[in-house]
């Protein structure tokens, strides 16, 4: 088994096919979309937990100046090769610093919960907090973990390279504590047989009311449904949702 760091540096040419499924469009569509409801008018973005820069390539067409943060250089790498228009860094999303304030910050994928624990997550809110400017937005998704199904699995297979990829994840949650664990697997089968790399990320487990007490401090809060075709309110039962987070003047 491969440590969290290592799957995620040995693989990272193979991020995008993991991802293939995600409608990268239909995500930053509708955060900009929520930007001009609630936003301050204004372009300047941050993306946290950037990835490969799927998302920031959206936004640079939407007309954003554009900035991404990432734990993993092999990952910033691929994202300045995929948006040489935008600026890249490697810093912990947890506890980042910027030169100046943007207007809009995003965290995609579920990405919140690689904070590994409610004081990391309260490190990150602060974070972001000094990151915008007074009016800008946070955006991010977010899943209760007093909703998760342990037996529950996403799945999908596509061809790459002459090779045959099955990539496989899942939420499991042990019932109590601040700690879940996002359980990975990728086979890989080609002329030579079949590769096969098992992980988990250790990530917080935290329920929306939980989650909304800690950005009220800072933030007006929005809690809205998982739907990226259209804006609506969370219905206080679905597991996923979005957060869209209004940072109150100074």
């Known amino acids: 088994m491969l440590s969290t760091n290592a799957l995620y540096t040995d693989l990272s040419g193979y991020y995008d096919l993991m991802c293939r499924d995600i409608n990268y469009l239909a995500q930053s569509s509708s955060v900009h979309r929520l930007n001009k409801m609630l936003g301050n008018g204004n372009n300047h973005h941050l993306d946290l937990a950037c990835g490969t820069g799927p998302h920031i390539r959206h936004f640079i067409d939407f007309g954003y100046q554009c900035s991404g943060l990432d734990l993993n250089q092999p990952m910033l790498e691929l994202a300045r090769a995929r948006c040489p228009d935008a600026s890249f860094m490697l810093q912990d999303m947890c506890q980042f610093t910027l030169d100046n304030p943007v207007d809009l910050i995003t965290c995609f ?74 359980k990975l697997s990728i086979a890989r089968t080609s002329v030579e047989g079949t590769q096969l790399w098992q992980d988990q990320h250790i990530m917080v487990a935290i329920s929306f009311a939980e989650l909304q007490a800690l950005l009220c401090p800072y933030f007006d809060v929005h809690i809205l449904a998982h739907d990226y075709d259209r804006i609506t309110l969370w219905d206080n039962a679905a597991g996923n949702a979005l957060f869209a987070c209004i940072k109150r003047g100074v």
């Open 109 to 182: 994928l579920y990405s919140i919960h690689y904070s590994a624990s409610i004081n990391a997550l309260k490190q990150c809110i602060a974070s972001v907090y000094q990151a915008l400017v007074p009016g800008g937005l946070f955006v991010f998704n977010a899943v209760d973990k007093d909703t998760i199904c342990n037996l529950s699995a996403v799945r999908h297979s596509t061809r790459f390279d002459n090779s045959q990829f099955v990539f496989e994840s899942g939420w499991h949650y042990s019932g109590s504590g601040e700690q879940q664990a996002l």
